[in-house]
């Protein structure tokens, strides 16, 4: 479900709907900020052994929002269990932050670096995003 406010889009995964119209919400993602974060955030090069967490989900989807058609393979790279990643069924984009979000939240030591050698890897083959993360 989308939702309008003022300047503000917010995307919301409805993981339930019954007859009473009670709706259970998994995450909600608020695109505005998604698309602003970077010009809010440092720009420039980054420390790449600098560790991330969720709080960081915003700039890192902004440096490489347009790698969201190789999610599985990114998610491989980041070390997501292939269960988790198989019960991603929405669109790519959102498969996307999803892939991006779990990695944050599950990996002990997210780095910038982690992320880098990910992209630029073998499994995902787009060092042109590595240099996207170090130079944007």
């Known amino acids: ?5 003022g300047s503000r889009l917010n995307l919301y995964y409805i993981e339930h709907f019954n007859s009473l ?3 259970t919400v998994i995450s909600c993602f608020n695109w505005s900020a998604i698309g602003s974060s970077l010009s ?4 420039g090069k980054i420390s790449l052994d600098e560790k991330l967490s969720v709080e960081n989900l915003n700039e890192v989807v902004s440096r490489i929002t347009d790698a ?4 599985y393979e ?3 790279a980041l070390k997501i269990p292939l269960g988790t990643l198989d019960g991603f069924d929405k669109p790519p984009k959102v498969n996307f932050i999803k892939v991006m979000n779990t990695w944050l939240v599950t990996d002990p030591n997210p780095t910038w670096r ?3 050698d990910a992209l630029s890897g ?6 042109d995003l590595g240099d996207k993360v170090r130079n944007a």
């Open 114 to 116: 982690t992320l880098v």
């Open 21 to 23: 119209n009670h709706i």
């Open 74 to 76: 990114i998610g491989v």
């Open 68 to 71: 969201h058609a190789q999610w």
């Open 122 to 127: 073998p499994l995902v083959g787009r060092p």
């Open 40 to 43: 809010e955030s440092k720009q």
């Open 1 to 5: 479900m989308l939702q309008l406010h």
